[in-house]
């Protein structure tokens, strides 16, 4: 392997790992944050 298929090879776990990490924190905020509606994905309140 030269340098060039061994960036690609970085990249693509990289690429991998993001992939992962967004869906883990979609599954859990939607799944398991015991807030129903948009609020289990989204919380934009204000704080007072």
């Not at 690429?15 to 129903?36: D, I, P, R, S």
Request: proline share 2%; with cysteine.
């Amino acid at each position: 392997m030269d340098c060039g298929q061994h960036l690609d090879v970085v990249r693509a776990v990289l690429h991998f790992l993001v992939f992962l990490f967004l869906v883990t924190g979609f599954v859990y905020t939607a799944f398991f944050y015991n807030q129903e509606g948009g609020e289990g994905i989204v919380d934009a309140r204000a704080s007072p």
